[in-house]
């Protein structure tokens, strides 16, 4: 549905447990869900939904701006800002240094290198992380698997019967206290399977006591970082 200039896509599900219509709103993946009972018409589905574009025009309102990975574009990386510099006759490997990325080749192939770039970085990291936090509490050895994915839901999990760690990418953008809170949290999950006290002591322990503020920042920036490297016309993520 457009809005004014943006456009935010509506998913529409049929349920057999909802008793109304209803609109809830996926500001990360920037789509909105329309419920309906099983026996609803589509008309009057297509009748409520006219009836709140207000809602849904507040809802683009919180959407952020998408940031592709396009020369000049500007993103946050570990607790800096970083700015894209395409040079044809550069090396095509993304090179950072003072801020600055620079990345060579044909431009048609610069986000896709940006992108793989950043997730490499990203896997190297959270894994040298989650085996220093695992080592702190000698549990390193269990450790048989970190992946980075591109998630919507979870900053991170871990299965620890299994010792595998898995970690959205997009926490190399946040701050290193952030990233470095959600490492610790996964981490103590090696000891405390729930998220009773002694888990929260813990995984506080672990991160020095940034919990809060690592749980306080994802809140109200979590969001954008899913944003970073998008076009403004992609579909749902």
């Known amino acids: 549905m457009a809005i004014g200039a943006r456009h935010i896509p509506v998913e529409v599900r049929r349920s057999r447990r909802a008793r109304r219509l209803s609109l809830t709103a996926d500001t990360a ?5 329309l419920t309906i009972p099983a026996r609803a018409a589509y008309e009057d589905a297509a009748r409520f939904l006219d009836s709140r574009k207000g809602w849904l025009g507040a809802r683009l309102n919180d959407l952020p701006v998408a940031c592709p990975f396009a020369p000049g574009a500007r993103f946050p990386l570990e607790g800096g800002d970083v700015v894209i510099r395409h040079r044809p006759a550069a090396p095509r490997e993304p090179v950072l240094g003072d801020g600055v990325i620079t990345v060579g080749g044909p431009s048609a192939f610069l986000h896709a290198r940006i992108d793989r770039w950043l997730r490499r970085r990203a896997e190297v990291l959270l894994t040298a992380e989650t085996a220093e936090f695992a080592r702190r509490i000698d549990r390193e050895a269990t450790i048989t698997q970190v992946r980075v994915r591109d998630t919507r839901r979870q900053w991170g999990s871990c299965a620890p019967a299994h010792g595998r760690f898995s970690y959205s990418w ?9 990233r470095r809170a959600v490492v610790a949290h996964e981490v103590a999950h090696l000891v405390h399977r729930g998220h009773d006290a002694r888990f929260h002591r813990l995984a506080d322990e672990l991160a020095g006591g940034t919990q809060d503020e690592a749980n306080a920042w994802l809140r109200r920036h979590g969001t954008s970082l899913h944003w970073i490297g998008r076009q403004e016309n992609d579909g749902p993520a």
């Open 29 to 33: 993946r920037g789509v909105v869900r």
């Open 170 to 178: 997009r926490l190399i953008l946040a701050p290193p206290l952030v």
